[in-house]
């Protein structure tokens, strides 16, 4: 009977880690959050109109995980939103458990085709957004506050309308493409 060798114990290890590391590239690029596209929600309805979703008062609310999957914050913002024939302002004031405050001001302009920029102070360069059946994906990268660590995170939020009207929004946060937070929360119209 021929003795195993070291090298050939060496090669199937190598083998069985290049398939690990496969399947995992290969989650990543067909089965993750990350993985989704607008175009896999063209034919759903209703139709995500910014202009009406995302008008006048509005109450968002929800949890934001860290890295390990646990909830790390709660938070309330009530929003507003104001739309003329250039573009929208969304307001956002956030309230956390922590009792930290946060606000932010985005500035969103039509770029034509269901597409938007999108601007705010923490952000870093410009978003976009693409609106599609009755989804809107935001990709943008964000300054996180001192208190948050202070880092520079890819960002990609997904805005999900319901029949109701209420939008579920789902983002990652994303630092060298490690995902280091996720959001999970709603917004619906102030007063229902």
Known sequence: ???FSFGILARLVLIVALLALGLVVA???????????PSDYAETAPPFDLRR???GPLIASGVIYGPTG???SRFVADMRGSWDETG???????????????????RIVPAGDGRFTATAPDVIGTGEIEVSGATARLSYRLRLPEEAGGWQVDV????YLGLDGVIANRSQFRRFGILV?????SIRPAGT
Do not use: H, I, K, N
């Open 27 to 37: 989650a990543r690029l067909f089965l993750d959050f990350t993985a989704q596209s």
């Open 70 to 72: 646990r909830v790390a």
């Open 1 to 3: 009977m021929p003795e």
């Open 53 to 55: 979703a995302l008008d």
């Open 181 to 185: 937070g996720e959001l999970v929360g």
């Open 156 to 159: 990609t939020d997904w805005l």
């Open 88 to 106: 929208g302002t969304l307001t956002e004031s956030f309230r956390y458990d922590s009792g930290r405050t946060q606000e932010r001001a985005w």
